[in-house]
């Protein structure tokens, strides 16, 4: 197990070195003079000197390959560089941003697991009305683009009903609507997964047996059913956790809050390369790790289950 | 948050938004006043201002910044040697006053003894020698103020409060460069012991020191009970009337207005045209729309140096092709003032005489189209010579908020037969197109300073932006006639001359299009209605925060 | 979004109609919409001019934020230009570009898992740590610097949105035939002295290909999502063509003038992946065999 576990965060390490490689190397075979962008854009007026000064700073004037060794050792002293833009240290900016993603995507799961629960217990097995009712909206959810669905919301519930405020910085009351745009996609995919799973699990003779001794409805969901119904649901919110991430950027941008993902977009379309790289490597390593867990969880909860790796 | 007002108030804008099909509001007539750079009456002390303004500048250190925020942040945390007077000519600040030699080499200033920064640091001579050291220093990296400062050759302390500027040759804007908000003076203590730390910690001799500044989130910044040298043209007499100012940056421009109108914040300083009408209609609300000094925005700048704009007959015809108004009524909403002139109105030294003959005229531009020659047309309508079209490639950044224009100009030209390609480039190649001179034509451009310098800085034959030095002369023009006229007028101080040669260089430029000018330079803000006394810059034409102060009982 | 699906059982299909006519098999109301409006949206792809009449970029100063009318059935946009045109143009280019970069991805997707099952044990690694490298960079980020940075033209739109998918079905594949190379049929095929390629092209091919056929529909919805994303995030096609993920971005600052436009672009975008996905499942359930 152990060594398994080494194993596999070995690869890891080489995977996230092979990422910082590609991406190092496609960002900057690209045209551009990354001088200016530090200087601050086309709006900057900087005298020769100036000019001069910037490129032996920051080694520009250096061959790549020169500029890529460099930069793999500055890493290896967990020197993350500063940010062309910003002209703070990657790794601080990351750590202050990181809070802020990690918890809208974390709302986000539970939010959308305890939703899909909820209504999973509820509606498995029931009414054939209900069951198509619910297909429908199970489609719809999880085929909904995301940054449609918060643009609506917060036209909606922000800048007409003025329920919600409008700017980011409110306390718990801006997360709101950015943690139900989020969830909603998780919410979809969740109950179509857990009412196939409950429905088959209410058929199981275990159930029968329950309820011919006299166990209520409920009794039988939330008792029984609902501990056989968490397994798939780990599993998903696993993998979906790093879909997360992807989805929050959009969600930021749309409702103008902080985090990696407003972050990162702005750094791509600034040029500022050394910002881009930190995040690249930090949601790798996450996804990494993530990824190490998942199957870690899948092999502990369900040994039976056989890896094709 | 949910309670009974919340929902009356949101009905009515459900209401409002969705029961009628037709726009909502109609645009805002252009109001655009004169004056406002004095404060009128005395205001009450106390309250914390509320803003939100659109992007983070990423420092607090105006000398190593371009960026258009630190022409009011400047005048939060710092002051200048010198402030226009409300007719644009330099007049007492920080030094109360000057001789200049005939010659216009030698800068003797007088300064005033009273004025000390946050940290203890006394105001005096060795501090502006220190300060314009660091501006123009390679290691301060200065995309701005080290460039405007370049003809200073060396300073000298003649005794504490004397200092003397000698510089390479006669610049006529040096004083009004030292109005500017990016040349304030910042603490020598600081300078000198820990020039990093500006960025972060600046220290300043303003009427508010900062509080805590959290990139990307907001900025706070607390009232300096001792500050007691406003630019006497200002009127303001002792500290700042506020104790504290709040601002958050709100990068979305429909959230700006919709939280100013809910009354999240007191005052924000970038409101998105298209809000402007719904703002002025809103009682609850001020909107002043103020333009500023410079060259105004252009809709393009062509390359003078490559095909089809090498030819005057096709530059002047593309320039006659575009409808102005309606241009600038789509970028505007009503409040952008169309102009025709490469300098604004309230420019020093703006003459209007030139302007007319770039006003829209879709006759004349056919005329001229034909003229050099390209009177053919092929099958989508555009016109042609020896089989090669009449057209050009134009590239554009991918920030969505210029689009419209752009695309409206292209639609003008198609009208005349010229086709006008939109690219959409990242940042990185159009920098590099923009060194390397490969282009036909290059979207926007504005320049913002308040001296008609401006057009030096556009316009003349060393300002071309290459790799060995930034620039704004996009047009990549290089006009024997123009550049002298230019050079003369930085180096002579004598208003009879400058009036002249200014006027010549406008009317020269006119004669040249380099390129379009469309509308003018424009600031927007909007506060709440208890918020009063608000004055402004007589450089810059945005807001001073010390004036400003809050009638609790109209909120 | 598409690959969490196989990881569940198979899909429920959409609700049916009780069964009115027995040789109509029950039509679901919802494919009957789903199948009508795809084929409104195959009309404007392949014959836009069909469908409007007005030209998509011909702009007008002075008519600007027209409500919905007569003569502009989804009323003007900010420059003026004819927005019904501009939703039926705006077809082409996403759909177009999402199913090609569907099959982009199943098909680089299919040759790389191929390789990867069938190759030596030392290559079969190295790809599929490759592999493993495009599958740890989150798919909206690997395409946010690719074209931030390399720019957005059709090219490198496909480029990026193509490669977002492809370890999902690099793996899938290469599952498929490691399982099928142990296979007792393939065994025999190879005791009857066929040869390797043949055996490859004939059995293993076929049905290591088969579950990416089968997600392909919905995976076409999701490109269409993505292209709208990447243009919302104003990094799509250029200005002004057409397209509903820029139409939604801009049209999304000028709620105070003509609310109407972002709801038409949502609507549009919303409407086609809704109408992909249901068809796309509609085909997986018949596949499967009902429920």
Redesign the interface.
Same mark, same amino acid.
């Given at each position: 197990m152990t060594r398994r576990l080494l194993g596999r965060l070995g690869?890891g390490l080489?995977?996230?070195w092979?990422?910082a490689t590609?991406?190092f190397f496609?960002?900057n075979l690209? !045209?551009?003079?990354p001088a200016?962008?530090?200087?601050?854009?086309?709006?900057?007026?900087?005298?020769?000197?100036?000019?001069? &000064?910037?490129r032996a700073e920051y080694g520009f004037d250096q061959p790549l390959w020169g500029q890529y060794l460099h930069y793999l050792g500055r890493l290896l002293h967990g020197d993350f560089g500063v940010?062309y833009?910003? @002209? &703070?240290p990657v790794l601080k900016?990351i750590a202050? &941003?990181f809070g802020a993603t990690a918890t809208l995507a974390l709302w986000a799961m539970v939010l959308g697991s305890g939703l899909a629960l909820l209504v999973a217990l509820t509606t498995a097995k029931r009414a054939r009305w209900l069951? /198509?009712l619910l $297909?429908?909206a /199970?489609?719809?959810l999880?085929?909904? !683009?995301s +940054?449609?669905t918060g =643009? =609506?919301l917060l036209?909606?519930f922000? +800048?007409? =009903? @003025? =329920? +919600? !405020?409008?700017?980011?910085? @409110?306390g718990w009351?801006s997360i709101i609507l950015p943690t139900v745009t989020l969830a909603l996609?998780v919410a979809g995919?969740l109950i179509?997964?857990l009412?196939? /799973?409950l429905e /088959?699990i209410l058929e199981q003779p275990f159930i029968i047996t329950a309820r011919t001794r006299g166990l209520s409805e409920t009794g039988v969901r939330l008792g029984h059913a609902l501990r056989h119904a968490l397994i798939?649901t780990l $599993?998903?919110l696993g993998?979906?956790f790093?879909?997360l991430?992807?989805?929050a950027?959009?969600v930021e941008?749309v409702f103008?809050r &902080?985090g990696l993902g407003r972050?990162?977009?702005d750094a791509?379309?600034?040029?500022d390369v050394p910002l881009?790289l930190g995040?690249?490597l930090l949601?790798?390593s996450i996804?990494?790790l993530a990824?190490i867990v998942i199957d870690f969880i899948y092999v502990v909860v369900d040994p039976r289950t056989e890896r @094709?790796? | 948050m949910l309670s009974r007002s919340t929902f009356l108030r949101g009905g009515v804008g459900l209401t409002a938004l969705f029961a009628s099909a037709r726009p909502v509001l109609a645009d805002a007539p252009l109001d655009l006043p004169v004056g406002g750079h004095r404060e009128i009456s005395p205001g009450r002390p106390g309250g914390t201002l509320r803003v939100s303004v659109a992007t983070d500048i990423g420092s607090l250190d105006p000398h190593a910044l371009s960026a258009t925020n630190v022409q009011w942040i400047g005048r939060i945390l710092f002051d200048n040697l010198v402030y226009l007077d409300e007719q644009g000519i330099p007049s007492p600040w920080l030094a109360k006053s000057w001789i200049i030699s005939p010659d216009g080499k030698t800068y003797t200033f007088s300064l005033r003894d009273d004025v000390t920064f946050s940290d203890g640091a006394k105001f005096n001579a060795e501090a502006v020698l220190i300060n314009l050291e660091h501006m123009r220093a390679p290691a301060t990296k200065s995309p701005l103020a080290g460039t405007y400062i370049q003809p200073y050759a060396s300073g000298r302390v003649v005794d504490e409060f004397t200092f003397e500027a000698t510089l390479r040759a006669a610049y006529s804007p040096f004083l009004n460069v030292l109005a500017q908000s990016w040349l304030a003076m910042e603490s020598p203590k600081t300078i000198t012991e820990c020039p990093a730390s500006l960025a972060y910690h600046p220290v300043g001799s303003g009427p508010f020191i900062l509080e805590s500044y959290k990139p990307q989130l907001g900025m706070s910044f607390i009232r300096r009970p001792d500050y007691n040298w406003s630019a006497p043209v200002t009127g303001h007499q002792g500290a700042a009337y506020l104790d504290r100012l709040e601002f958050e940056f709100v990068p979305d421009a429909s959230v700006r207005y919709f939280s100013l109108a809910s009354g999240e914040y007191d005052f924000t300083t970038d409101v998105p045209a298209q809000a402007a009408a719904a703002a002025q209609a809103d009682q609850a609300l001020t909107l002043t729309n103020r333009v500023r000094m410079g060259c105004p925005n252009r809709a393009i700048a062509f390359n003078v140096t490559k095909p089809p704009f090498d030819d005057l007959r096709v530059r002047r015809a593309t320039a006659l092709a575009m409808d102005r108004d309606g241009v600038a009524e789509i970028a505007g909403f009503g409040t952008y003032r169309p102009i025709a002139n490469f300098l604004s109105e309230t420019t020093q030294y703006y003459d209007a005489s030139a302007a007319s003959s770039l006003a829209y005229d879709p006759d004349e531009a056919n005329r001229l189209f034909d003229e050099a020659g390209w009177i053919g047309r092929d099958a989508d309508g555009y016109r042609n010579r020896n089989g090669e079209r009449l057209g050009a490639k134009i590239a554009i950044t991918s920030t969505l908020s210029s689009i419209p224009v752009i695309v409206e100009i292209q639609s003008d030209l198609r009208r005349v037969g010229f086709d006008l390609q939109l690219e959409a480039l990242p940042s990185g190649q159009l920098l590099q197109q923009r060194n390397a001179g490969q282009y036909q034509a290059m979207s926007g451009g504005v320049w913002h300073t308040n001296t008609p310098d401006a057009l030096y800085i556009n316009y003349h034959g060393s300002q071309i932006p290459g790799w060995k030095q930034g620039g704004q002369n996009t047009s990549r023009l290089n006009d024997p006639q123009l550049n002298t006229l230019l050079e003369q007028a930085r180096e002579t101080n004598d208003t009879g001359a400058l009036r002249s040669l200014y006027a010549q260089a406008q009317t020269r430029l006119i004669e040249l299009v380099p390129a379009v000018p469309l509308y003018d330079n424009h600031t927007v803000i909007a506060y709440g209605s208890h918020v009063r006394g608000v004055i402004y810059d007589t450089s810059h034409e945005t807001p001073h925060f010390e004036t400003i102060w809050l009638d609790e009982g109209a909120a | 979004m598409s690959d969490l699906l196989s990881l569940s059982r198979p899909l429920p299909g959409l609700p049916k109609i009780g069964q009115l006519r027995s040789h109509l098999r029950g039509i679901n109301p919802g494919l009957l919409v789903a199948g009508a409006y795809l084929t409104f949206l195959a009309v404007a792809t392949i014959a836009p001019g069909l469908l409007a009449s007005a030209d998509p970029l011909a702009t007008d100063a002075h008519h600007l934020f027209s409500p919905p009318s007569a003569n502009h059935w989804f009323g003007t946009d900010e420059n003026g230009r004819d927005v019904w045109s501009r939703v039926i143009h705006a077809a082409r280019p996403s759909l177009l570009l999402g199913g090609a970069a569907a099959l982009a991805t199943a098909a680089t997707g299919a040759l790389l898992g191929l390789a990867a099952g069938l190759s030596p044990r030392l290559l079969g690694n190295v790809l599929m740590r490759l592999t493993d490298m495009l599958q740890s960079f989150p798919e909206i980020l690997l395409v946010l610097v690719i074209i931030s940075f390399w720019g957005a033209n059709n090219a490198t739109l496909l480029v990026a949105l193509g490669l977002a998918g492809v370890p999902r079905v690099v793996r899938q594949v290469r599952a498929q035939v490691v399982t099928l190379q142990r296979a007792l049929f393939i065994e025999a095929a190879i005791t009857l002295g066929l040869p390797r390629w043949l055996i490859i092209l004939r059995h293993v091919l076929p049905n290591a290909i088969k579950p990416v056929l089968v997600l392909f529909p919905l995976d076409i919805g999701w490109k269409i999502t993505a292209v709208a994303t990447l243009s919302f995030l104003g990094l799509g096609a250029s200005p002004p063509a057409p397209d509903w993920g820029a139409m939604l971005a801009i049209d999304r600052d000028y709620v105070l003038n003509g609310w109407w436009l972002t709801a038409i672009a949502a609507g549009a975008i919303t409407g086609t992946v809704l109408s992909v996905n249901a068809l796309g499942r509609a085909l997986i359930r018949r596949n499967e065999g009902h429920r």
């Open positions: 690869a080489v995977v996230l092979g990422t590609l991406v496609v960002i690209t !045209p551009g003079d200016i962008t530090i200087l601050g854009g086309p709006d900057a007026l900087p005298t020769p000197a100036v000019l001069r &000064q910037v940010s833009r910003l @002209h &703070q900016l202050g &941003q069951t /198509e $297909t429908w /199970e489609v719809v999880s085929s909904v !683009p +940054f449609i =643009l =609506l036209l909606a922000s +800048f007409s =009903l @003025h =329920l +919600f !405020p409008s700017s980011s910085t @409110h009351t996609p995919v179509q997964v009412r196939r /799973e /088959e798939p $599993t998903i993998v979906m790093t879909t991430l992807s989805t950027v959009v941008t103008n &902080q972050m990162m977009s791509t379309t600034n040029r881009v995040i690249a949601v790798t996804n990494i990824n @094709h790796e | - | -």
